[in-house]
């Protein structure tokens, strides 16, 4: 199984780094819409941790892992 995870890095009005794990995530995702969705997260303070905003962007990062199930029985 392959999971795509899109990786949002932001400081916080604390000067905190705060990260966002978005999942799955398409194929063909541009930056520029990564990047108004960063954007977005920001000019909306529709995200908040323990309460504080977030006021800049620091990174975005796609992890692609994969994962293989073993089976077993005793």
Not at 10 to 36: H, Q, Y
Not at 38 to 49: A, E, G, P, R
């Amino acid at each position: 199984m392959d999971n795509r995870t899109l990786v949002l890095t932001f400081i916080n009005l604390l000067g905190k780094k705060v990260r966002v794990n978005i999942s799955p995530v398409r194929e063909n995702i541009l930056k520029d819409e990564v990047t108004a969705l960063m954007d977005k997260i920001i000019t909306t303070n529709v995200l908040t941790f323990q309460g504080v905003g977030l006021k800049e962007k620091v990174e975005a990062q796609i992890v692609d892992k994969s994962v293989e199930k073993i089976d077993y029985s005793f």
